[in-house]
């Protein structure tokens, strides 16, 4: 291990230049540290030579940009950087992760019999409730929410305002709510 080393302007701006020395320096004095700290986090020592490898890197490019301001404060820098590659790696894994054996299956999308049933006799009971209402309820029910009608065509036909529209559209509901609850089904 190193001997604790003290940071100045100076150095900044010869690892910014290139100099050799003091990027061997650098790489010699933060690698091992980064090595050791990525290597507890992470589940291989190739994913801990990567992180060694990109938070140097890192380190050099804002070095070279002149972003590294507080030249005193370059360890916590580079800690921070590491942090921040070791948190791309989880996040990378993390989309990449395969599904274990156990796993669920994943729905194909299809509608399975028991659903498309399901789906038919609620279709039944809403044809028949909604034979319960008022020809204008029963229509513009089924031409809004059946039919998926376009709101403007209807308030075309109907010669009303969209706003009025809306406000009939909540009296029909209301209406076929009730007829539902006066069958004791759910729709």
Known sequence: MLERFSFNADYIR????????????FARYFGELIRIKAAARLRSTQLADDVCQETLLRVFRSARSGVIEQPER???????????????IFRRDWRLSQLTDDAAEISSGAVDAEAELVQTQRRELLNRTLEQLGPKDRE???RIFLDENDKDAVCKDLNVSR???RVLLHRARGRLRIAVKGRGQAV
């Open 14 to 25: 010869r690892l910014g230049n290139g100099d050799d020395a003091t990027e061997d320096h």
């Open 140 to 142: 513009l029910l089924r």
């Open 74 to 88: 370059l360890g916590a820098y580079v800690n921070t950087v590491c942090n921040h590659v070791i948190l791309e």
């Open 163 to 165: 706003d009025y529209l």
